[in-house]
């Protein structure tokens, strides 16, 4: 279990632990963050490869507003709050993350942030070991296909939310917000760990940043 990064500004200084776990993450992070067989091996295919050559047809990054994200705002869709694109993998075709939330006026809701891919033409069933994983692969009826979710980096029932998201290269990092217990108010998180997301070994990887001070 990674410890928090100091409270707040507003809060008082308190010992405290992530009580959402960071392992959690890690774990939904390895069991979610493998692309499909179809993604790992895109290379090979020049019909759909984006890599520059010869006739070959650029592949767009997915549009997050047009994902099917397993979060349940009611009858709405969740807002987008934040995007970025960018070959993740290194197989030559563009991914989105995106960072999600229900919409509210007062309050923070969690966050989720997740991995899209384009969709590959056929329903997968479970196919990176996440519950969560490859929604919307053809759509539904006749309508376009909708993007895949292929990891989820951050589900909202942990209850956080994020700042400062960015993608650098192939590095995705952002600020985890937390509260130290069920009194804090949603709108004032209290606690905080920077986290970088990168794909390494065939899957993406969790690292939290050192706490500032700790040893």
């Given at each position: 279990m990674l410890?928090?990064?100091?409270?707040?500004?507003?809060?008082?200084?308190?010992?405290v632990h992530w009580l959402a776990t960071a392992a959690a993450l890690a774990?939904?992070?390895?069991?979610?963050?493998?692309?499909?067989?179809?993604?790992?091996?895109?290379?090979?295919?020049?019909?759909?490869a984006s890599a520059p050559?010869?006739?070959?047809?650029v592949v767009k990054a997915p549009d997050p507003t047009a994902a099917d994200y397993p979060v349940d705002c009611g009858p709405a869709k969740p807002d987008v709050t934040d995007r970025a694109s960018g070959d993740?993998?290194?197989?030559?075709r563009p991914e989105t993350v995106?960072?999600?939330r229900c919409h509210s006026e007062t309050g923070t809701p969690p966050s989720g942030m997740y991995v899209l891919a384009q969709p590959d033409g056929k329903n997968s069933e479970g196919g990176n070991g996440s519950g969560t994983a490859d929604k919307g692969g053809k759509g539904s009826g006749?309508?376009?296909?909708?993007?895949?979710?292929v990891a989820t980096f951050l589900d909202p029932k942990e209850g956080m939310?994020?700042?400062?998201?960015a993608l650098r290269g192939t590095k995705v990092s952002a600020t985890l917000?937390?509260?130290?217990s069920e009194q804090v108010a949603r709108c004032c998180p209290d606690l905080q760990r920077e986290v970088n997301w990168q794909w390494k070994d065939g899957k993406f990887v969790l690292k939290a940043l050192p706490v500032p001070g700790s040893v």
């Open positions: 410890p928090l990064g100091p409270d707040l500004p507003h809060t008082h200084p308190r010992p774990a939904v992070v390895a069991g979610a963050a493998v692309l499909q067989p179809s993604d790992a091996k895109a290379t090979t295919d020049t019909s759909t050559g010869a006739g070959a047809p993740l993998d290194g197989d030559g995106a960072v999600v006749s309508g376009p296909a909708r993007p895949r979710i939310s994020i700042k400062d998201f917000l937390g509260y130290s």
